[in-house]
């Protein structure tokens, strides 16, 4: 019972010691969409919010440029990219893990035609190269993350390096692992990576939790963004949770439909071409606006803005100022031009919702509603479209900017130390089948691939699968690819997907070890069992392969000792058979049919024996034990090593990855030292003027001597003439020296003048705190033992103290003042500011020590002398009605109007001491007798 006691004491302060150190922190969530960034944050004690950026924006251009040794992200990013469009790096999200040959590069190169896109020639991923300098993908989206944290904090006012990071569910295993790294590189933690639909599913379910029940109400959550379009069907169930016992509310994912190239973007292109072709039409000059990237930025531009304003005009211009050869533009385009001129589209609105439906196996009748969100559902086309289809109401109640970002950082919360949410489970589903595939020699010598499903289509993750492979011996390989794309998927959409094989797996040391494990004849193989997990992120991984033999022994009776150590090591044992039933999945059909013998299976462990890791089978044991012996089975695990080989492409780790980050920390540190230098510049440059100013000004150069104004004067030219010849180019630590150098000699003044000008209101608080005091005086000599007996609260002494300190500042004020009359404005300050504030702070303490005796004063109370007992009975009952206790006039009189009053000058909010509790019963007792 004591070693119980113990563990569970230990377990418990562990436990508590790492909820106070994540107690406190924020964490944050990113949308990072292809146009624009939001960020979500949550902090102890402030709800859900989004962070606003500098320009006190909700939403940030997912954006960043570098131009003479400056890098900017957002607005500043946008704006130069309008006029140097080839160093600003925009809608990055979609080249995330993806080859040099990708058909999605391809599209990229041909919707913006004027960056140096090369390849790396190790990872064969896509490189910008921007002069002399080449930024890999992870590289800058690392540095937009690192000011979406700059934003996370200056929200919160706390360090953030925890954060859920929103993606489209279409992402692979290599873009997932991608966006991974570029996070890692901006030191950032990432909890988890949450499909942008299950974000906003989770976000439209949270408000909502009181609507659901034990019956589940399905919706489909459209989304139209920038790049893609995305369509899921989600399910909303209460579900009793079978470990707590508790009913929580799930949201599952049940099927999705996706377009990975119909959104915002396309539309805005082919307005953009479609300005750029007019403007040529127009022939105001004999160059042509598609061979000058300058010119195709602002028609981008251009474009953007005027899908946005048909959206709620039939009819706008466009015009853009000197877009060409200092040639204004200007062209009337309608709605109906705009919806012409992307007719092959809308077709594919509708593509995403019936793809989900019927991966759901559901119909659109059983939707409780379609909810739309992502900016271009504002689309007018694209909603008519989609009514036209669904032939009911559109849901237009979400924000359908920020619902993903919001739902993430409840995830967040959720997730992180330090927070408690009401629990809402999420359960989201595999997109791409993934599946194992290995060589297996037949009966005729006949090598055949098989194949087996790990997790299928629409399968809820996150989950974890064990798979048993029966008749090897001897080393062997395995893979691990992508499964059925086929029945599911378009050519072109698995082009884009990238390579469909992500891992290759070499067994080692399994014939090694199965033959020393087999040369006892009691000891049974039960196959290699590989264990693969799929987590919350989406992040495929095989966790372990392990070799699993059964050995029969005898059973010996243990001792209490040996119980207790048993109880200890399946406690903290990561292979007991209790946890290893939690994550193991039943058989599926396909597995549990009569040939599960010769090929790999998932399956569940067993639910009795001993399990014992790297054990060594006891010698001696009869193969055949006696039936009157107790026996036992005894399963041993013995690990099978692995060389795991991506077939993706390739993350950025290792060397690449330390390369990655020193050249950001050499960028964080170049802007570091920038804005150093600026603010520096800035001070320098307003001190001076600033200094020039005042000295013309009566009411500072009275406060200057003539040399120190002269002195002042000469410096402050000095530098005005350095800073605009040699000084324009020096560094910060230069600018603060010379700030410096002129701040010693004009404090000097200002401080004077300063002096000079808050006096006359400390001279006036000081006149007021004497006042107060002398009243105060006067009612407090009407309380002491001389002159009334009764109410002896100060003595001589205290009331001598009191005058005397009065006295003593009357005295040296009255001195001081006119001593300082005496001397000139720019003459060393006699009396100041600080010997005031002494002055009133003796006076205010002397003055406060007797006010806080009189608050705990209490009259002394006279005894009450005892009844007299008289024979005679109507006597004795006319003694009953007189009160007990006599009244004297110092008892019952109130306190009288000369007792003395705090002085209001001498109290502040802070000094003044209030009576405790105890001190206001015992006066709320006197008064009662």
């Given at each position: 019972m004591g070693q119980h006691r113990w563990i569970w004491l230990l377990v418990t302060a562990v436990a508590f010691t790492l909820l106070q150190l994540g107690a406190g922190a924020a964490v944050m969530s990113v949308d990072l969409g292809s146009e624009w960034m939001k960020v979500g944050v949550v902090s102890q004690g402030v709800p859900m919010e989004i962070a606003l950026n500098k320009e006190s924006k909700r939403k940030t251009p997912t954006a960043i440029a570098f131009r003479d040794g400056d890098r900017v992200v957002g607005e500043d990013a946008y704006n130069i990219g309008v006029r140097f469009p080839t160093n600003n790096f925009a809608y990055l999200i979609d080249l995330l893990g993806k080859t040099i040959d990708n058909p999605m590069v391809e599209l990229y190169r041909k919707r913006f035609p004027y960056y140096d896109i090369v390849e790396d020639p190790e990872r064969r991923t896509v490189v910008f190269r921007n002069g002399d300098e080449l930024y890999t993908i992870e590289e800058l989206i690392a540095q937009i993350l690192q000011v979406a944290k700059g934003y996370a904090e200056d929200s919160t006012g706390q360090t953030v390096t925890q954060c859920v990071l929103v993606v489209p569910g279409f992402f692979g295993q290599a873009e997932r692992h991608a966006l991974v790294a570029a996070?890692?590189?901006?030191?950032?933690?990432?909890?988890?990576?949450?499909?942008?639909?299950?974000?906003?599913?989770?976000?439209?379910?949270?408000?909502?939790?009181?609507?659901?029940?034990?019956?589940?109400?399905?919706?489909?959550?459209?989304?139209?963004?920038?790049?893609?379009?995305?369509?899921?069907?989600?399910?909303?169930?209460?579900?009793?949770?079978?470990?707590?016992?508790?009913?929580?509310?799930?949201?599952?994912?049940?099927?999705?439909?996706?377009?990975?190239?119909?959104?915002?973007?396309?539309?805005?292109?082919?307005?953009?071409?479609?300005?750029?072709?007019?403007?040529?039409?127009?022939?105001?000059?004999?160059?042509?606006?598609?061979?000058?990237?300058?010119?195709?930025?602002?028609?981008?531009?251009?474009?953007?803005?005027?899908?946005?304003?048909?959206?709620?005009?039939?009819?706008?211009?466009?015009?853009?100022?000197?877009?060409?050869?200092?040639?204004?533009?200007?062209?009337?385009?309608?709605?109906?031009?705009?919806?012409?001129?992307?007719?092959?589209?809308?077709?594919?609105?509708?593509?995403?919702?019936?793809?989900?439906?019927?991966?759901?196996?559901?119909?659109?009748?059983?939707?409780?509603?379609?909810?739309?969100?992502?900016?271009?559902?504002?689309?007018?086309?694209?909603?008519?479209?989609?009514?036209?289809?669904?032939?009911?109401?559109?849901?237009?109640?979400?924000?359908?900017?920020?619902?993903?970002?919001?739902?993430?950082?409840?995830?967040?919360?959720?997730?992180?130390?330090?927070?408690?949410?009401?629990?809402?489970?999420?359960?989201?589903?595999?997109?791409?089948?993934?599946?194992?595939?290995?060589?297996?020699?037949?009966?005729?010598?006949?090598?055949?691939?098989?194949?087996?499903?790990?997790?299928?289509?629409?399968?809820?993750?996150?989950?974890?699968?064990?798979?048993?492979?029966?008749?090897?011996?001897?080393?062997?390989?395995?893979?691990?690819?992508?499964?059925?794309?086929?029945?599911?998927?378009?050519?072109?959409?698995?082009?884009?997907?990238?390579?469909?094989?992500?891992?290759?797996?070499?067994?080692?040391?399994?014939?090694?070890?199965?033959?020393?494990?087999?040369?006892?004849?009691?000891?049974?193989?039960?196959?290699?069992?590989?264990?693969?997990?799929?987590?919350?992120?989406?992040?495929?991984?095989?966790?372990?392969?392990?070799?699993?033999?059964?050995?029969?022994?005898?059973?010996?009776?243990?001792?209490?000792?040996?119980?207790?150590?048993?109880?200890?090591?399946?406690?903290?044992?990561?292979?007991?058979?209790?946890?290893?039933?939690?994550?193991?999945?039943?058989?599926?059909?396909?597995?549990?049919?009569?040939?599960?013998?010769?090929?790999?299976?998932?399956?569940?462990?067993?639910?009795?024996?001993?399990?014992?890791?790297?054990?060594?089978?006891?010698?001696?044991t009869a193969s055949t034990p006696n039936k009157t012996e107790p026996i036992k089975t005894v399963t041993v695990r013995k690990q099978i090593p692995a060389d795991i080989e991506l077939a993706f492409v390739k993350p950025l780790d290792g060397a690449d990855f330390e390369s990655s980050l020193a050249k950001i920390r050499a960028l964080n540190e170049a802007d570091s030292s920038k804005k150093r230098r600026e603010t520096a510049l800035n001070a320098l440059e307003s001190f001076v003027i600033d200094a020039q100013v005042k000295l013309d000004e009566d009411e500072y150069a009275s406060c200057a001597t003539p040399e120190e104004a002269e002195s002042i004067r000469k410096s402050c030219a000095e530098i005005s003439d350095w800073l605009y010849e040699d000084g324009s180019d020096a560094d910060a630590e230069t600018y603060e020296k010379k700030l410096d150098e002129v701040r010693s000699v004009a404090n000097q003044v200002y401080a004077r003048h300063w002096e000079h000008k808050e006096r006359p209101e400390a001279l006036k608080a000081l006149k007021q705190m004497i006042t107060g005091a002398e009243g105060f005086l006067d009612k407090a000599r009407n309380f002491t033992k001389e002159s009334n007996t009764e109410k002896d609260v100060f003595t001589q002494v205290e009331i001598e103290t009191l005058e005397r300190v009065i006295k003593e500042t009357i005295e040296w004020q009255k001195t001081e003042v006119v001593e300082q009359d005496k001397l000139a404005r720019n003459k060393a300050v006699r009396l100041t500011v600080k010997d005031l504030t002494d002055k009133m702070a003796l006076l205010d303490r002397e003055v406060k020590y007797l006010v806080n005796k009189l608050k705990l004063w209490r009259p002394k109370v006279k005894p009450t002398p005892p009844p007299k007992v008289e024979k005679d009975k109507e006597k004795d009952e006319s003694d009953k009605e007189e009160p007990v206790l006599e009244e004297t006039p110092q008892q019952t009189e109130e306190t009288p109007s000369d007792e003395p009053q705090e002085p209001q000058a001498a109290e502040t909010e802070d000094d003044v001491i209030k009576p405790s509790a105890t001190e206001e019963s015992s006066e709320e007792k006197h008064t009662e007798l």
């Open positions: 996070a890692k590189l901006a030191n950032l933690n990432v909890l988890q990576l949450i499909n942008d639909y299950t974000a906003v599913a989770l976000n439209y379910g949270i408000f909502r939790r009181k609507e659901f029940n034990e019956t589940a109400h399905y919706f489909v959550f459209y989304d139209m963004g920038a790049y893609k379009t995305t369509a899921s069907v989600v399910s909303y169930q209460l579900v009793k949770d079978k470990a707590t016992r508790e009913v929580l509310p799930v949201v599952q994912v049940i099927g999705v439909g996706y377009d990975r190239t119909l959104g915002g973007l396309e539309m805005q292109v082919r307005l953009r071409d479609f300005l750029g072709k007019e403007f040529d039409k127009m022939g105001k000059t004999k160059n042509s606006v598609f061979k000058n990237p300058r010119a195709m930025a602002k028609l981008f531009k251009e474009a953007g803005r005027l899908k946005n304003v048909l959206s709620a005009n039939t009819e706008h211009y466009a015009q853009i100022e000197g877009l060409l050869d200092e040639q204004d533009f200007r062209l009337p385009v309608t709605r109906e031009q705009f919806e012409k001129l992307c007719e092959d589209l809308f077709p594919r609105v509708t593509g995403p919702i019936d793809r989900a439906l019927a991966a759901s196996g559901l119909s659109i009748e059983l939707m409780n509603q379609v909810v739309l969100f992502g900016g271009n559902t504002r689309v007018p086309k694209v909603q008519e479209v989609l009514k036209a289809h669904i032939k009911q109401e559109l849901g237009k109640n979400l924000n359908a900017d920020e619902a993903a970002c919001m739902g993430a950082v409840y995830r967040a919360a959720d997730l992180a130390t330090g927070f408690k949410v009401k629990k809402f489970v999420v359960k989201d589903a595999v997109l791409f089948p993934i599946q194992v595939v290995f060589a297996r020699e037949g009966d005729n010598a006949n090598v055949r691939l098989v194949r087996r499903t790990l997790f299928g289509a629409m399968n809820a993750y996150p989950q974890k699968k064990v798979i048993t492979f029966n008749k090897h011996t001897d080393d062997f390989d395995f893979s691990v690819d992508y499964a059925d794309l086929e029945s599911v998927l378009s050519k072109e959409e698995i082009s884009n997907l990238g390579s469909l094989n992500l891992t290759k797996v070499s067994l080692k040391e399994v014939g090694k070890k199965l033959n020393a494990s087999l040369a006892s004849d009691n000891v049974v193989s039960k196959g290699i069992k590989a264990h693969f997990s799929l987590d919350d992120s989406g992040l495929f991984s095989l966790a372990n392969v392990e070799l699993v033999l059964e050995n029969t022994v005898k059973e010996e009776d243990e001792g209490p000792l040996q119980k207790i150590g048993n109880t200890i090591s399946k406690l903290f044992s990561g292979n007991s058979d209790d946890d290893k039933a939690t994550v193991s999945e039943e058989p599926t059909k396909e597995e549990s049919s009569s040939d599960q013998a010769e090929e790999p299976k998932t399956e569940e462990p067993p639910s009795n024996g001993t399990t014992a890791e790297n054990s060594t089978v006891p010698e001696g």
